[in-house]
């Protein structure tokens, strides 16, 4: 079976509201500057990300917690 036409991301008339949005926000200096990850040890502020993640949700999630490790140690290998 074929199917003819767009997708929302073709169309012009469908826009990526997030994206709108970023490009309004504005974010401070401090967020601008690159961090050489080389020489951050993950292992010292593991604590503190968990405890800011549980300040911020309100309740212990493992699984989110994971998630950032992962991701901070993905990006930095």
Known sequence: MMYTG???SQD???SDKEKKLLKQMKF???L???VDM???KLDVIKPWIT???TQILGMEDDVVV???YNQ???RYK
Do not use: Y
Request: proline letters at 0%; glycine letters at 4%; aromatic letters at 8%.
């Open 51 to 53: 405890t800011k993640i």
């Open 38 to 40: 080389s020489k951050v």
């Open 6 to 8: 767009t997708t929302a």
């Open 28 to 30: 401070g200096d401090s």
């Open 66 to 68: 994971e998630f950032v």
């Open 12 to 14: 012009t008339r469908f």
């Open 32 to 34: 601008t500057q690159k």
């Open 72 to 74: 901070l140690e993905e």
